[in-house]
């Protein structure tokens, strides 16, 4: 089995838009629900191996290379728990605190809610043409997120009393590949 190959960090936050525990808590308080069996696709990311990432229109999801041409699909050995990185669009937001959300290292940002309780492990969702499953793998935030949004970012996505809301995002793993677009309709399918 090859090697995971060494790339980039990827861009740098800006500690000037770091916010605080406080700031970020109300914030998250003040976001309006988000959709619990449809909402859609507003962001895909492509994460290059220069550390670049570039913002797809569409993309072919599929169970072989996930967002093809993306980290994920060049660095072996391919774990598909964690083949797409998905996060709450709003939340990003959030944290990003004007910064662009390509700063994440995530390659799906949504209007749904992805917390445990309403995207359990197992469940199946359209995303535009394909199908996805919500994989049991964790997504924690590390280094790098520190790094970029600061230590009450990370803190923040991690909090035990808030952590089944999974505000540093989930992961899918492709089951049925299909063209998703920004602004595609996603729609869960089965919950287990």
């Not at 072996?76 to 004007?98: D, F, K, T, Y």
Request: hydrophobic share 40%.
């Amino acid at each position: 089995m090859a090697e995971l190959q060494k790339e980039a960090f990827g861009p740098h936050g800006d500690p000037t838009r770091h916010r605080g525990a406080v700031e970020l808590t109300a914030g998250f308080l003040a976001l309006p629900a988000s959709p619990k069996d449809a909402g859609r696709l507003m962001l895909i990311v492509r994460r290059l191996a220069d550390g670049t990432r570039e913002t797809l229109e569409s993309v072919q999801l599929s169970p072989e290379e996930g967002v093809p041409g993306d980290g994920w699909d060049r660095r072996p050995p391919r774990n598909p728990e964690a083949q797409l990185a998905v996060m709450s669009h709003a939340v990003a937001e959030l944290i990003a605190n004007g910064q662009e959300l390509t700063v994440f290292g995530d390659n799906l940002f949504v209007d749904l809610d992805v917390s445990a309780e309403n995207l359990p492990v197992g469940t199946r969702i359209h995303v535009g043409d394909a199908i996805v499953e919500v994989t049991p793998k964790p997504h924690n935030g590390c280094s790098k997120f520190r790094e970029r949004f600061g230590q009450d970012a990370l803190d923040f996505v991690g909090a035990p009393p808030t952590r089944h809301r999974n505000l540093r995002g989930i992961y899918w793993k492709v089951i049925e590949p299909g063209v998703a677009s920004t602004g595609s309709r996603i729609e869960v399918i089965s919950r287990p």
